[in-house]
């Protein structure tokens, strides 16, 4: 997997993003949903 190197407001301008659209869960399909959430949780335990 690539190694991504974001600023701090770009790693969270990306997760707000990222939320706003799995709060939005009814209009995602499944594999979408998944996904996102995939994408989310790299994300996150990335910058830790």
């Known amino acids: 997997?690539?190694?991504l190197h974001l600023?701090?407001?770009e790693y969270n301008h990306?997760?707000?993003r990222i939320f706003?659209?799995?709060s939005r869960t009814?209009?995602?399909?499944?594999v979408t949903h998944?996904?996102?959430w995939e994408v989310w949780r790299v994300?996150?335990?990335s910058k830790l």
């Open 20 to 22: 706003k659209i799995l």
């Open 7 to 9: 600023s701090d407001e």
């Open 14 to 16: 990306l997760m707000e």
């Open 34 to 36: 998944h996904w996102m």
């Open 1 to 3: 997997m690539p190694q």
């Open 26 to 30: 009814e209009e995602l399909d499944h």
């Open 43 to 45: 994300l996150y335990y």
